[in-house]
Structures are given as structure tokens and as C-alpha cells.
């Protein structure tokens, strides 16, 4: 008997090429994973109808129908529950969520981020690497923790930084590298290789990570 797929969730808020990369690579074979559902916070995000698309179920909740952000994430992560989904991913999704209400799903829960974290939190993190003068940039993907891009990172991708790049240039070139990430990472999840180990470590296969997996070549390395 095959073991059952894992069951996954995704959150976006805009145009999904990291949802389209995963489907990409789920079709291919290379993800053993399903996906349940993808919500969004924006009726016209592109991940909504990418989804559509593929035969997701998918839903939109609006900010302004809730009386706070804490209101808009029970409802979400109830919707979420729902769906059964035992993973979720952030994929683009613009929302702070709150700490109390995402605590069920620590340790199930990725999001990616364009940046080397720690450096580079929140938000313009394209333009903050070329005002710095930094030499390289890249994209990591973290547990979700209640901290702000702040929860352990599993994997990074990394670019150098060219002469004559701008925001523009520099987030495409790095879109490329982010759509290979997302979907290695979430493979080593479905393939139970992966967890957090409170508070703040990665483990792969059973040992703890002293620092984050790099991208190298299409592949994760230690
Ligand atoms: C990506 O750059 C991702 O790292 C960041 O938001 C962007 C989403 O792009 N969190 P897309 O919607 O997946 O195309």
C-alpha cells in the first residue's frame, strides 16, 4: 500500500508564482503531496484563480468583514482546519497573523521569504539589500513562529548581486531560485524528514541543523 499524501494548505495574497512552482512540481511527481485548499486575503489574487485552475478548492476572507485581526485568523485557521490540512504553507501571503491563533500550527507551518534572514524582516527586502551595498541576496524559508519573519529557517537560496541591478531585476532573478526552494523544502516535510525542535532549531533526519539547507544546483544541501 502507498502511504497517504500528505494534505497541504497554501496562503497567498498575490499573483502565486511559488503556488504555481509547487502544482508544477507536484504534477511532475516530485511533490507527494495534496492540496486541500488556498486561501487568500484578496478576491483578485492571481494564486486564487492558479488554484481554480488546477481543481483546488479555494476561499477569500476579507479584513474589512472582521472586527479585528485576531477575528479574521480564528476564522481562518478554522477554515483551515477544515480543510484537513496537516501542512501549510505561506506563500505570498501579506498578513501579520496572530501569535495566539497560529500556536496550534507551529511546527506545521513554512513560510518564504525574499531575503537572507535574519537579515532583512518585513517588508522591500530586494530594495534594503542594494541600498546596503550587500554583495549577495537570496530567499530563505522559515517555520512560522509568533516573531515576524522571525521562526527558525530550514533553507536558503542564494544570488549574487549584479552591477546595474535594480528592485525590478534583482526580485525576478531571485523569483527563479524562490520556486526551487519552496517546493525542495516542502518534499523534505511530506517525506517526514524534517521538524522543529523547540524553541528555535531544524532538524533533518533525527540531527539538528547548525545552519539553514542551501539551494545548490536544484538541490538542498547541508
Ligand atoms: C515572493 O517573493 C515571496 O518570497 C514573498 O512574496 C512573493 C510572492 O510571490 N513572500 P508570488 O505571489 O508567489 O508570485
Known amino acids: 500500500m502507498t502511504a497517504p499524501r500528505l494534505r497541504v494548505a497554501v496562503l497567498a495574497s498575490g499573483r502565486g508564482s511559488n503556488l504555481q512552482a509547487l502544482i508544477v512540481a507536484r504534477d511532475a511527481g516530485a511533490l507527494p503531496v495534496d492540496f486541500v485548499v488556498v486561501g487568500s486575503d484578496k478576491t483578485n489574487a492571481g494564486a486564487l484563480q492558479l488554484a481554480k ?11 474589512k468583514d472582521f472586527a479585528s485581526r485576531r477575528d ?5 485557521f478554522r477554515r483551515l482546519d ?3 490540512a496537516q501542512v501549510l504553507v505561506l506563500a505570498g501571503f501579506m498578513r501579520i497573523i496572530d501569535g495566539e491563533a497560529l500556536s496550534p500550527w507551529v511546527g506545521r507551518m513554512i513560510n518564504i521569504h ?4 535574519p537579515k532583512y524582516r518585513g517588508l522591500h527586502t530586494h530594495q ?5 551595498g550587500d554583495e549577495e541576496h537570496g530567499a530563505s524559508v522559515h517555520y512560522v513562529t509568533a516573531e515576524l519573519d522571525g ?17 525590478a531585476i534583482l526580485a525576478q532573478r ?3 531560485f524562490e520556486h526551487q526552494l519552496l517546493p525542495s523544502v516542502l518534499k ?3 517525506e517526514g524528514r524534517l521538524a522543529l525542535v523547540a524553541p528555535n532549531r531544524v532538524a533533518l533526519d533525527g540531527k539538528l541543523l547548525d545552519a539553514p539547507l542551501q539551494l545548490r544546483h536544484g538541490s538542498l544541501v547541508d
Open 174 to 176: 531571485l523569483l527563479t
Open 128 to 132: 534594503r539589500a542594494l541600498e546596503a
Open 82 to 84: 477544515a480543510s484537513g
Open 72 to 76: 479574521f485568523d480564528l476564522e481562518l
Open 188 to 190: 523534505l516535510i511530506a
Open 151 to 167: 521562526g527558525p529557517v530550514i533553507a536558503q537560496a542564494r544570488i549574487s548581486i549584479r552591477a546595474g541591478d535594480d528592485e
Open 53 to 63: 485552475d488546477a481543481g483546488i478548492p479555494t476561499f477569500t476572507l476579507k479584513a
Open 114 to 117: 525574499p531575503s537572507l534572514l
